[in-house]
């Protein structure tokens, strides 16, 4: 209990930090923004900037991820970090970066769905559905635009129609 407690204020702290970029995205002030997200980055992973947009996601996994759930905080800050990461990215009009950092955001994020459940996985799914209904504004070809698609669903897809 006191475990899913320090989660849920984890989350918490990420979605705070989200709703104080989403100021300064709303504001199209991609300079701004890509500081705010250099300034908070340690705090909320561990890592600096830099280091988390450049590491790929299996290696952010196998970082932050053990069974007991002592980082999950940082995993899913991790993902959400470079999930606004990426939006900086489109709005500094760098498109392909931003396309390749919400891959990486949506990889992150969905590993830590499948492995949490409950109010933590409740959270993890709305950011989920978040970068979903964000995709079209990436522009994402539409082969990949489907991979992505069934990454970020909410619910597990349904029986495959033959």
């Known amino acids: 209990m006191i475990r899913q407690d320090f989660l849920l204020r984890e989350i918490q702290?990420?979605?705070e930090f989200a709703l104080r970029a989403l100021g300064i995205k709303q504001a199209?002030?991609?300079?701004?923004?890509?500081?705010f997200l250099e300034e908070n980055s340690a705090q909320l992973t561990g890592l600096p900037y830099?280091?988390?947009?450049?590491t790929p996601s299996a290696k952010l996994v196998s970082l932050f991820y053990d069974e007991e759930g002592r980082n999950t905080g940082r995993l899913v800050a991790s993902g959400a970090l470079l999930a606004e990461a990426a939006d900086a990215h489109r709005l500094g009009h760098e498109p392909d970066r931003a396309?390749?950092?919400?891959?990486?955001a949506?990889?992150?994020l969905a590993f830590a769905t499948a492995?949490?459940?409950g109010e933590i996985g409740h959270?993890?799914?709305?950011q989920l559905a978040s970068l979903r209904e964000n995709m079209p504004l990436f522009d994402f070809p539409p082969d990949h635009a489907a991979h992505l698609d069934l990454l970020c669903a909410?619910?597990?897809?349904?029986?495959r129609q033959i």
């Open 50 to 54: 830099h280091t988390l947009i450049n």
């Open 123 to 126: 959270a993890i799914r709305s």
């Open 99 to 104: 396309r390749e950092l919400f891959v990486r």
């Open 106 to 108: 949506t990889e992150i």
């Open 28 to 35: 199209q002030q991609s300079d701004d923004f890509l500081r």
């Open 154 to 159: 909410t619910q597990p897809p349904g029986p």
């Open 13 to 15: 702290r990420v979605v």
């Open 115 to 117: 492995q949490y459940g």
